[in-house]
């Protein structure tokens, strides 16, 4: 008996020493063509080493290879070209993204067929590594070729599904964005985009297969498309737009490389009786005034303070329809019917300032004007108004204006600028007008005033650059309102003033990117940074802003990288895709004041997202609160890494800077 149980005890001992590791790869099954892009992205590929006497290993050497029929198409063809395994300890062994690609050796770009990934260690002693093969495993995988390969296509985010543009959008540039393709293609993606006009009667299907494009442009390397101006005409029509993705031969991509058709339209409100539009005419690029859009006319000031004058007024615009263009801005001075008061201009500098052009600057084309006022002194008064019922889609009604004045008095009698809102009674409505960019409180008459800010000098006369002006109509929706602008000279008749006004209903949203850097403007003061057991990473980031109101803050994630870590710390969690991502709730404060929820910028409108916004008119202290999903660990382990994110900063002049911060985490 006693025989018979060494034996077996001896049998069980051989039974675990001829135990050995074994050798677990991690690949896709069509993983992509270019080896050196296994490191990371969606063709990630790992090993790992565990198990028994993982000691065999021990200053050992590990080849890796692909082989096709049994010849080594990429990585090492012999022992000599192992590389050392650095295993030293039982502890399982991984090679994860960058590190398994590396012990390729090479980087390769493998043709569509059938292949098999090789693992071999070899015996080592003293760094010098022998042929004796002590563990080995391959696993089979397929590269395929484009027709067989199913990716990802583009999606279009916008213009979104059923998206109604009005005439206000058809002011600005229409921009077309989409996701971009998924797939092993690594070369740079060219976007083909389709727009066609779908006539009354067609389905979308018939508009693709049957009319001609009106827009068939390719765009290399971004999913981005911004079609030229007037292209979408003013005018209620439907449309169908889809993208193609394509490679450098101008072949599709992959077997799926179409986004989906998405249907957009545009509609332009019919006028209603005796009224104008809010967006009609309101850029002036018919090169007249157009009068079913605008009514004008001109008076004279009476008595010594213009605060509260309401003078009847000559309701006809000088000269008609504001023509002849440029016509003389001092002719006829003396006699108000012959004097010029409400003007066409072209490109050009002012005559007084020879640094103000008489038309704002624009991203589109943008020939004229309007220049409402003269310089002939004589207690002149002239008004442009329009009457229209407030559109939802209209509630933020912006222009701009530029004034030269002079600044003779006080400012109860010197030349100013009023812009009024009356309602269908004619009641004034107050406190809704905002006509200083630098402040965020109403503001509806600018006086010229040598002491202001607000005002720059030149050759004895005050002017204000192209500025952007707004009224908030939020509160006036599906109400008739009427919308008056007034310039008028001094109250002593001895002075005048007159302003010039562009881009009714679209602002500054036209304006170029300013070319000067404001990032000495925004100071990131201070950041923490902190994770939860959830796995949450709550990030909380101050800057200090002047001297400008800022409209507009946006944080986009554009990196997320960990450090290297073993298979035996990864945990999965529930909800993987939202690492890396914005969730929850994610706030701004201004001054200590309470906290205001960000939006989610996707395609949904919902979290998790790359990107979060706010819209504001601040400036001061800001302090960002960000909820960010990062991967989980096992007990007892840690995992670290960066994320990069870039916030984008836009100021009441439409100027945008941007600061990327990138910020460590360790996750436990």
């Excluded at 740079?188 to 827009?215: C, D, H, K, M």
């Excluded at 001092?330 to 012959?338: E, K, L, P, V």
């Excluded at 997202?609 to 302090?623: D, P, T």
């Amino acid at each position: 008996m006693k025989n018979y149980i060494l034996l077996v005890i001896s049998f069980y001992c051989l039974c675990l020493r001829a135990q050995t590791p074994s050798i677990t790869i991690n690949l896709p099954p069509n993983p992509n063509p270019d080896t050196s892009q296994w490191g990371s992205g969606s063709s990630i590929f790992n090993i790992l080493v565990a198990g028994n006497n993982m000691n065999l290993l021990f200053d050992s050497t590990v080849l890796v290879n692909i082989k096709s029929n049994g010849v080594v198409r990429c990585g090492g063809t012999s022992s000599s070209s192992a590389q050392s395994s650095n295993i030293s300890t039982i502890s399982p062994k991984s090679w994860i993204g960058t590190s398994a690609q590396a012990l390729l050796g090479q980087d390769c770009i493998l043709t569509p067929g059938s292949y098999e990934i090789c693992i071999q260690f070899y015996s080592g002693r003293n760094g010098v590594t022998s042929d004796k093969n002590l563990l080995e495993k391959c696993m089979p995988f397929t590269i395929l070729n484009k027709e067989q390969e199913v990716c990802s296509p583009p999606i279009n985010v916008n213009p979104a599904t059923n998206k109604i543009f009005v005439e206000k959008d058809l002011l600005s540039l229409i921009t077309f964005n989409w996701s971009p393709i998924i797939s092993s293609y690594r070369g740079i993606v060219t976007y083909r985009i389709f727009v066609w006009e779908i006539e009354e009667g067609e389905t979308y299907s018939q508009a693709i297969y049957s009319n001609l494009p009106i827009i068939q442009e390719d765009v290399k390397g971004q999913p981005k498309y911004i079609a030229k101006s007037g292209i979408i005409e003013k005018r209620n029509a439907k449309y169908v737009w889809r993208v193609i993705a394509l490679d450098s031969d101008g072949d599709p991509i992959c077997k799926k490389t179409q986004s989906e058709p998405t249907v957009f339209e545009v509609k332009i409100p019919e006028k209603q009786n005796n009224l104008n539009t809010p967006c009609g005419n309101g850029d002036f690029e018919s090169s007249i005034i157009d009068p079913t859009e605008w009514s004008g006319g001109y008076t004279q000031l009476s008595g010594g303070n213009n605060y509260t004058f309401s003078p009847p007024f000559n309701s006809i615009i000088k000269p008609a329809n504001g023509n002849p263009i440029d016509a003389t801005i001092n002719t006829g001075c003396g006699s108000q019917a012959a004097e010029n008061h409400q003007v066409i201009v072209s490109a050009g500098f002012d005559g007084n300032i020879p640094t103000l052009n008489r038309v704002p600057p624009s991203i589109i084309p943008n020939k004229y004007a309007l220049r409402l006022g003269n310089n002939c002194p004589g207690c002149g008064t002239e008004r442009m108004q329009k009457k229209f019922v407030v559109p939802a889609g209209t509630t933020d009604y912006k222009f701009m204006y530029a004034l030269v004045f002079e600044a003779p008095h006080t400012l109860t009698d010197n030349p100013s600028l009023w812009v009024r809102v009356y309602d269908s009674t004619n009641t004034l409505i107050t406190g809704i007008v905002y006509l200083d960019p630098f402040s965020s409180l109403p503001m509806d008459r600018a006086i010229s005033d040598l002491t202001n800010p607000y005002w720059k000098t030149y050759n004895g006369f005050l002017y204000r650059d192209w500025a952007c002006a707004r009224i908030d109509l939020s509160k006036l929706v599906g109400q008739t309102i009427t919308v008056e602008i007034l310039t008028n000279d001094c109250a002593h008749c001895g002075h005048w003033g007159y302003g010039y006004f562009d881009n009714f209903c679209v602002g500054c949203d036209n304006n170029p990117p300013n070319k000067e850097c404001c990032t000495e403007k925004i100071e990131a003061v201070k950041n923490t940074v902190n994770v939860s057991t959830l796995n949450i990473m709550t990030l909380t980031q101050d800057f200090s802003i002047s001297p400008k109101n800022i409209k507009k803050v946006t944080a986009e994630i554009i990196s997320f990288e960990e450090d290297l870590v073993t298979t035996s710390c990864m945990k999965c969690v529930t909800k993987e895709n939202w690492v890396g991502n914005f969730i929850g709730t994610n706030t701004e404060s201004w001054n200590s004041g309470t906290p205001m929820n960000g939006s989610p910028v996707n395609s949904d409108g919902y979290y998790p997202a790359k990107m979060v916004e706010w819209n504001c008119n601040k400036q001061g202290s800001l302090s960002l609160v960000f909820k960010i999903a990062v991967p989980g660990s096992e007990t007892g382990c840690t995992r670290k890494g960066k994320v990069g994110i870039r916030y984008t900063f836009t100021d009441i002049d439409c100027v945008s800077c941007e600061k990327i911060i990138y910020y460590n985490y360790t996750s436990k």
